[in-house]
């Protein structure tokens, strides 16, 4: 899910996890450490040294470390605060990691019909939806965005597009990091970004459970999670204040408004982190009945949609897994 300042963030509580460990020689490695203003934990199953474990852990952290100079919009140090800082007209290279979010940025606002827009940066301060000249809402659109492939360049066709990646940085610094932990040879790992859940799994069995979409800690239902990625979007998790208005935290980038509070998740499966991410983010920002549609359309998408009900009742409103 995309999470802007105060627009649309993930809550970590949204998923309790569980262990089904197998009997073997593995050690049990559990830590957590602050990423981005972000809790981000791990439990490691191993039959490596600990010392070697630790050595390997430690070079995972900085995984995150150093792509927060790099993607994170709210560190004005950063790569792509500097991009949203650029003139108009003017080429920009960018660094690797950065090109590729944003070209995966184009391609999930293509896939999701707009709902998905990395150019909501500049209204990253809720007021401006509402207290602020047209010309400022209209400071966003892909359309705005100009990327050289070879060159590995971007344009802005207007200064005043900024650009927050919120919604595929997270699920890209878990599959760098599941990435350098395999390498390493650990294949048995849990790990939770901000909500973000992805494991490696040979020898453990990860299960998780989705909490029913309210703030009390009934569960809705538990399924495995092996060499899978989960993300949860809510509808309810945030509110932003508005004068005398309450509204969800959740941003529609085709309208430009705010919606209802409403006690709404949406869980996406994939084998892919960044999917997940984008994905989740996606269906959340849609109006509800584009979402599911969407879904009962789409045939490579996972998910499940929670509605808590006036009754105090849970509906699932949509499930394609087990």
Not at 115 to 121: H, L, R
Not at 165 to 176: F, K, M, T
Not at 208 to 235: G, R
Request: hydrophobic share 35%; glycine share 4%.
């Amino acid at each position: 899910m995309q999470e802007f300042n105060t627009f649309l963030r993930k809550i970590s509580l949204i998923l309790i996890l569980f262990l089904i460990p197998n009997i073997s020689l593995s050690k049990e490695f559990r830590g957590n450490f602050i990423a981005w203003g972000t809790n981000l934990d791990f439990i490691i199953h191993s039959e490596l040294e600990r010392d070697e474990v630790n050595s390997i852990i430690y070079k995972a952290q900085e995984i995150p470390n150093s792509m927060e100079l790099v993607l994170n919009s709210k560190n004005p140090n950063s790569e792509i605060s500097r991009l949203n800082d650029l003139i108009s007209n003017k080429n920009m290279e960018l660094s690797e990691d950065l090109f590729f979010l944003i070209e995966e940025g184009f391609y999930y606002n293509e896939i999701s019909d707009g709902y998905f827009d990395i150019t909501v940066g500049s209204l990253n301060n809720h007021k401006s939806i509402y207290n602020e000249s047209k010309n400022q809402q209209e400071c966003m659109g892909i359309k705005n965005l100009v990327l050289d492939y070879e060159l590995k360049t971007i344009i802005k066709k207007k200064k005043c597009i900024k650009i927050d990646l919120d919604g595929l940085a997270e699920g890209y610094v878990i599959s760098l990091m599941l990435k350098a932990f395999k390498e390493s040879g650990i294949d048995d790992v849990l790990l939770n970004f901000g909500g973000n859940v992805s494991t490696l799994s040979n020898k453990s069995n990860w299960k998780v459970s989705i909490k029913n979409p309210d703030f009390n800690d009934e569960i809705n239902s538990t399924f495995n999670l092996n060499n899978l990625s989960i993300s949860t979007s809510s509808q309810y998790s945030k509110i932003i204040k508005i004068k005398s208005d309450s509204f969800s935290h959740i941003l529609n980038p085709k309208q430009k408004v705010f919606k209802s509070k409403k006690n709404i998740s949406i869980s996406v499966i994939s084998n892919d982190p960044i999917y997940s991410d984008a994905m989740s983010t996606s269906l959340q920002a849609m109006p509800l009945e584009k979402a599911l549609e969407f879904l009962k359309e789409a045939k490579d998408i996972k998910a499940i949609v929670l509605k808590r009900t006036k009754n105090r009742e849970t509906k699932t409103l949509f499930k394609n897994f087990q």
